[in-house]
């Protein structure tokens, strides 16, 4: 079956420092996949995806690339701000034409940013 | 336009009581998905539907769970008989009908059995 893993936290930063959480799937298809974030208090919101090998996906300064070949769609931004602390959720869902199918999520990785 | 709305935010019960949880979609969005999220843990998928047909149940943990959709807008979860490891955030999300639309994610509802 499907699966994806990351990287354990927690993971501490300090403010200006280089974010990298590694993630790599199984899959038996050809995925999209998204990382989605999770702030004290509230839901789960999509930060980025990429739906086919190569794409990059970034938003707010995060970027994630799609590799096929390593399977992996690792998490990276050059200078957190104590803003960006939250947990990070590398997910996948396979892609039929016309259909949506359910996300599989890793389990979370922690990120606090201190000043 | 609202995004997706869930309720009560917060339900505790005693260890034997059934529970319903709701969820109000994004307006427009046909699919549907009910997840579960334990303490320190990743959703887990627990059931969805596109309009009122629900086409997946595979996660529902027992046959204590139950998710309907009646009119292909609003859904309730509804836990019979629950039990303490029924303790849980249960997440709904909904996107479009379209592969490779993001799902947009409530805020959850936050149960605790006691």
């Known amino acids: 079956g499907n699966s994806v893993t990351q990287m354990e936290g927690p993971v501490t930063l300090s403010e200006e420092a280089f974010l990298t959480i590694n993630c790599t799937y199984t899959?038996?298809?050809?995925?999209?996949l998204f990382w989605y974030v999770q702030y004290p208090g509230e839901g789960l919101q999509l930060l980025l995806k990429a739906t086919k090998a190569d794409d990059k996906g970034s938003n707010k300064g995060f970027e994630a690339t799609y590799r096929k070949e390593t399977t992996s769609f690792h998490l990276e931004k050059g200078s957190v701000q104590v803003s960006d602390s939250a947990v990070y959720f590398c997910?996948?869902?396979?892609?039929?034409?016309?259909?949506?199918?359910?996300?599989?999520f890793g389990k979370g990785t922690r990120l606090s940013v201190i000043a | 336009g609202a995004g997706v709305s869930q309720s009560p935010r917060y339900k505790v019960a005693k260890r034997g009581q059934d529970v319903a949880l709701r969820c109000d979609p994004i307006?427009?969005?046909?699919?549907l998905f009910w997840y579960q999220q334990a303490l320190g843990q990743g959703p887990e998928f627990l059931t969805y539907?596109?309009?009122?047909?629900?086409?997946?149940k595979s996660g529902l943990p027992s046959d204590r769970f139950f998710a309907e959709r009646p009119e292909g807008s609003v859904s309730t979860l509804k836990i019979q008989r629950t039990q303490q490891e029924d303790s849980a955030v249960y997440l709904c999300?909904?996107?479009?009908?379209?592969?490779?639309?993001?799902?947009?994610f409530g805020d959850g509802t936050r149960l605790s059995i006691l």
């Open positions: 999300a909904s996107s479009l009908a379209q592969s490779n639309q993001p799902q947009h």
């Open positions: 307006s427009g969005h046909v699919s």
């Open positions: 997910a996948l869902s396979e892609s039929p034409p016309g259909g949506n199918t359910p996300l599989v």
């Open positions: 899959a038996t298809g050809y995925p999209s």
């Open positions: 539907f596109q309009n009122e047909a629900q086409l997946d």
